[in-house]
């Protein structure tokens, strides 16, 4: 989209605001879904961004769902997502998300404890239905190389391999539990190829062990994913070449045997991050002992992310200034209105000379920017969220929604 066209969006709509390009999520989807083979079925993970719109957009790609927890179910539903395409995992489900995931009847409920399978059999028995159940495992080791491990440590997620082949009668005598499959998520963002193909060949190892202790045929293998994006200049790009030949050439060795399993990978961050951009009015410029330093009208409370929040590698997301990316560049620190020392969303950046009414953008920012963020810290308006579809702007959230909690509380002095 050109800078006169975004700026005029800008003008019409308010800063802050995230801008995501529907094109942009379509080229995403279909370089993951040609990386892998026919078989297998891509589960958008809405964590990542959970619009409603992008659900839908994802669901007329041809994506499945998971869900993490009933809020994203609800939109999940609302989306059109039907139920055999709909996922849910989460190390904390409560008994009325769990029994309300049963009602609906979803493909899986990815059960993370033994203690979370024992309420789901007695929600099942009260309701005198059957329950499609898939375990999360943690493997006994890490091969991810994730940016942050999931699995394969001690951790909250999963019943550890061990315990379930230990303990695999508990849930095969379940009587209102049909255990259908494995699911086992290793961490996000993956760059090495070959750590994503080394995982997925230990899931397909462990569903032969596991099937062949049950004695039953699996029929839901997912294999999770955390295909990671390039975000900083030290960050080389997933080798999709790499990916496919490496993926293939297990699959080959392993699709007799699961022939009738439907195989599945989790997305999020490599379907939507680059799709998105959060855009940022300077407010102000000053110069601080020496250094230079741009006042934004939004800072970590709508993109945690990029304030290093949750990260451990602290480098500057991508950005530039709209409208100067030609402009020569000099150091400074760009920071949100918040009253905090850590609202940094540009540590030591280099970027041209700004003024005020300049627009900050920060690029990659589809996945887990607003849904990750404190947005009620200070009480700022609320950024807007547009999809640029068919070159047409869809308004997705006004600037400056207030929820109803103002009005809740009035009633009570
Ligand atoms: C179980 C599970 N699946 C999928 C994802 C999505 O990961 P990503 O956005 O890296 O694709 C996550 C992220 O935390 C997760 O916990």
């Not at 995403?28 to 078989?39: A, D, H, M, R, V």
């Not at 809020?71 to 998300?97: M, R």
């Not at 569903?207 to 080389?236: N, R, S």
Request: charged share 25%; aromatic share 10%; hydrophobic share 40%.
């Amino acid at each position: 989209m050109d800078i006169n066209r975004k700026l005029e969006i800008l003008k019409t709509y308010q800063s802050p605001m995230y801008l995501y390009d529907a094109g942009v999520i379509q080229k995403q989807y279909t370089k993951l879904k040609s990386s892998l083979p026919e078989q297998f079925e891509i589960f958008y993970s809405m964590k990542a961004n959970p619009l409603l719109v992008i659900c839908q957009y994802m669901k007329s790609l041809g994506s499945r769902i998971e869900v993490a927890s009933e809020g994203e179910l609800h939109i999940a539903l609302a989306a059109g997502f039907p139920v055999k395409d709909i996922i849910f995992t989460s190390p904390g489900k409560t008994y009325d998300e769990l029994a309300y995931a049963i009602d609906k009847e979803i493909y899986s409920i990815n059960v993370e404890s033994f203690a979370e399978l024992e309420i789901i059999q007695e929600i099942a028995q009260r309701k005198s239905v059957k329950v499609n159940v898939s375990i999360r495992i943690n493997p006994d080791c890490d091969v991810s190389g994730a940016g942050m491990k999931m699995s394969g440590v001690p951790t909250q997620f999963g019943i550890d391999y061990k315990e379930l082949m230990k303990n695999i009668n508990i849930l095969l005598q379940a009587p209102n539990v049909n255990f259908i499959g494995i699911h086992v998520y290793m961490g996000t963002q993956v760059l090495d190829a070959n750590n994503i193909i080394s995982s997925m060949s230990d899931v397909f190892r462990m569903a032969l062990d596991i099937q062949a202790k049950a004695g039953t045929e699996l029929k839901f293998i997912d294999l999770g994913g955390g295909f990671g994006v390039p975000y900083f200049k030290c960050d080389q790009e997933l080798d999709l070449y790499a990916l496919k030949s490496g993926v293939n050439k297990i699959w080959g060795e392993y699709r007799d045997k699961f022939r009738n399993a439907r195989v599945a990978v989790e997305s999020g961050r490599f379907l939507v991050a680059e799709s998105g951009q959060f855009l940022t009015k300077v407010l102000y410029c000053k110069t601080s002992k020496d250094r230079s330093f741009v006042v934004c009208d939004g800072g970590s409370n709508f993109h945690a992310n990029s304030a290093f929040l949750g990260r451990h590698v602290r480098n500057n997301f991508p950005m530039s200034i709209l409208g100067k990316e030609n402009e020569p560049v000099f150091e400074t620190t760009i920071v949100g209105p918040l009253c905090t020392p850590t609202d940094v969303i540009g540590q030591r950046v280099m970027l041209p000379e700004t003024e005020p009414g300049d627009y900050l953008v920060v690029e990659k920012s589809g996945a887990y920017g607003l849904t990750n963020s404190p947005v009620m810290f200070l009480s700022h308006p609320q950024p807007t969220e547009i999809l640029v579809l068919d070159n047409t702007a869809h308004v997705l959230r006004e600037h400056g929604k207030k929820e109803d909690f103002i009005e809740k509380q009035k009633g009570l002095n």
